[in-house]
């Protein structure tokens, strides 16, 4: 593919602003179903965007150019994303107001440099340790709402639920990241595997698949840009793109517009300790992403 720098930006901030308003979806929706059937309804609709989008492109002969090893990996890292990881973020959702939440799960960039210490044997420098201790200073004040001294916290569960969906996110790139496979087809299959695991879990659970239908209506835009256009338009984005580090530094760009939907779709009042909490957040990833450009 030809690189194009303009085009690249363009895919970029398609990308960004996409992203940025995926916070207000997932509450909006989580009004009208619960995050099980939010997960369900959402991940289906990536599943068939995910086909249609490879069968477009006619990438179907890939398929049997990896082992079963490779797909048995592939299908492990389903059960992770989508079942796992989105049900314990959504269930962050319906415990907290989408201004903490979607800061806090901001953190999984730096939750990946720590597990990939411990998995990949990288090694952790005082940057990274800086970092660490600047961003969840940051997620501090904004679980507090700023009063640092009494520990009051909205729902510690949902803080809980959060911080885990870094983890979850961080492990399934870490192990994403080692099988050499198409992203296309890699989604794809995790999402193959991953519908049916929900399915299961809705059936022991005995969750009703039917639900109303401006909560459907969400679910498809979830599954739609969350899950699936999105992506899409980044990987351009990163092809078209001269210099993948000019790409990359836009995603800060969205946790702040994500707070403008989130007061104007949602109505919360930001509160002062959001937007100081989430400015430590971005320094502290920014301190990190120095050390990873020195090295």
Known sequence: MEKNQSKAY???????????????????SLHYLNATQLLFYASSVSLVLLFCVISYQKKWLLFKHYSIKIYWHLSLLGVINPFTYYLVLFHAYELLPAQEVQPINYTWALMLSYLSVMILKHQISLYDILAGFICYFGVFVISTHGELLSFSFTDLNGIGLAL????????????????????????????????????????IQ???FT??????????????????ITFIL??????????????????????????????????????????????????????????????
């Open 164 to 203: 885990f969906s870094t983890v979850l996110w961080s492990l399934y790139w870490i192990y994403t990241t080692k099988l050499n496979v198409d992203p296309l087809i890699g989604l794809f299959v995790n999402f193959l595997v991953g519908v049916p695991c929900i399915v299961g879990y809705m059936f």
């Open 234 to 295: 980044w990987l351009q984005a990163m092809r078209y793109s001269t210099n993948t580090a000019k790409i990359a530094n836009l995603i800060f760009l969205s946790p702040f517009l994500s707070l403008l939907f989130i007061a104007y779709f949602l109505k919360e009042e930001i509160l002062p300790s959001t937007f100081i909490g989430l400015i430590l957040i971005i320094a502290g990833l920014l301190v990190q992403q120095k050390e990873r450009f020195r090295r």
């Open 206 to 208: 005995n969750i009703a």
């Open 211 to 228: 639900g109303d239908v401006y909560g459907m209506l969400g679910a498809f835009y979830v599954g739609l840009f969350e899950m699936g």
């Open 10 to 28: 363009l895919f970029a901030f398609l990308s960004v602003f996409l992203w940025s308003t995926v916070a207000s979806a997932f509450k909006l």
